[in-house]
């Protein structure tokens, strides 16, 4: 089953602008981050953030959590067309336990 | 190696045969997952290593599906039987004990005619 559900499921916007994804997730998480994944393949780690946390920063990403409302953000800053690509938002209970992913948001970012 | 690699990168096998798929993970990192991924979805866990434990076989969709590592290394994904549903990306991914980030490997793109 999967945990998120990422909003909006297609975004597409100009070089330049920013990028807002959202996630909503079901069951209690210890932390939730954020992937990247190009073309279908591997995913790359983005951003983490713990549920003590409401806020977090890195580079041009900022992530924000609502635990009461058992949702995320993603925002990206000035986008490039490099950013284009599908976001995924994952969240974890616990220790090691598996991700339990939501579909992603895909993105694309026209030059 | 510096990263999990998988192997083979595709594959496309007839209906009703088995296949193999491989995963090594980093070096030293304890926990090993299996993904999969089915066009334009997010992704499916599968099964899941946590050093010498018994594996987390939850998320296995049916006795068709199998998986071993050995010595705490490299791990297997055996498909019997394959059936066109099957046809998906299975990705691995691996962390240390330490650390939540996962690091995800390339994936095997299967394809099941």
């Known amino acids: 089953s999967q945990q998120g559900e990422e909003d909006p499921q297609a975004l597409s916007i100009q070089e330049g602008e920013n990028a807002t994804m959202n996630c909503s997730y079901k069951?209690?998480?210890?932390?939730l981050q954020w992937y990247r994944q190009n073309s279908g393949r591997g995913l790359v780690h983005l951003i983490l953030?713990?549920?003590?946390?409401r806020e977090k920063h890195s580079g041009r990403l900022r992530v924000t959590l609502d635990t009461s409302k058992k949702s995320s953000s993603l925002l990206i800053t000035a986008s490039r067309a490099a950013d284009t690509a599908s976001y995924f938002c994952?969240?974890?209970?616990?220790?090691?336990?598996?991700?339990?992913f939501g579909k992603g948001t895909r993105l694309s970012v026209i030059a | 190696g510096a990263g999990v690699s998988q192997s083979p990168s595709n594959k496309v096998t007839e209906k009703g045969k088995d296949v193999e798929l491989r995963c090594d993970p980093i070096?030293?990192?304890?926990?090993l997952y299996w993904y999969r991924q089915s066009l334009g979805q997010g992704l499916e866990f599968l099964i899941y290593?946590?050093?010498?434990?018994?594996?987390?076989k939850s998320g296995l969709p049916s006795d068709r599906f199998s998986a071993e590592r050995t010595g705490g290394s490299v791990s297997t994904l055996t498909i019997q039987r394959t059936q066109q549903e099957d046809s998906a990306v299975y990705l691995c991914?691996?962390?240390?004990?330490?650390?939540?980030?996962?690091?995800f490997g390339p994936g095997t793109r299967l394809t099941v005619l």
């Open positions: 953030i713990r549920s003590n946390e």
């Open positions: 070096s030293g990192h304890t926990a």
């Open positions: 994952a969240g974890r209970s616990s220790g090691n336990t598996p991700l339990v």
């Open positions: 290593f946590q050093g010498n434990s018994a594996p987390d």
């Open positions: 069951t209690s998480i210890n932390n």
């Open positions: 991914a691996s962390n240390h004990l330490a650390g939540p980030e996962q690091f």
